[in-house]
């Protein structure tokens, strides 16, 4: 059975770091598009940013891209998310979420561009974790 589980969030002074994971389960990191999200009640789920499986290239929304990373560890299974520069308005449920991508055109990254965005494109998400950034 796909799992995906998120952990690490907790509640930071603004300007703090944290570093998110996602441990995924029953399926192969390589063969899909990883998604972080964030959402605060209310709101829609907002895209952060994407690391393709196929060949690890990543891509962020420009409102984080200076300030988070996303990375993985293959034999871990797992995915991760580093925040810096942490700000309130970062506070949110942070989910992570897998699409299926094996079949795409081969040399170019599984997070197309424009569409990666897009959280109805992902099959699969984990409960998320929850950040709060306050002091």
């Known amino acids: 059975q796909v799992q995906l589980v998120e952990s690490g969030g907790e509640s930071v002074q603004p300007g703090g770091s944290l570093k998110l994971s996602c441990l995924v389960a029953?399926?192969?990191?390589?063969?899909?598009?990883m998604g972080w999200f964030r959402q605060v009640p209310g709101k829609e789920r907002e895209a952060l940013g994407c690391?393709?499986?196929?060949?690890?290239?990543?891509f962020y929304v420009d409102s984080v891209s200076d300030r988070f990373t996303i990375s993985r560890d293959l034999i871990k299974s797992t995915i991760y998310l580093q925040m810096n520069g942490l700000k309130p308005e970062d506070t949110g449920t942070y989910y992570c979420?897998?699409?299926?991508?094996?079949?795409?055109?081969?040399?170019?990254?599984?997070?197309?561009?424009?569409?990666?965005?897009?959280?109805?494109?992902?099959?699969?998400w984990g409960q998320g974790t929850q950040v709060t950034v306050s002091s």
């Open positions: 979420a897998a699409d299926w991508a094996r079949s795409r055109t081969p040399g170019y990254p599984f997070c197309t561009a424009g569409l990666w965005n897009n959280s109805r494109r992902y099959d699969y």
């Open positions: 029953e399926f192969t990191l390589e063969y899909y598009a």
């Open positions: 690391l393709s499986g196929n060949d690890g290239s990543t």
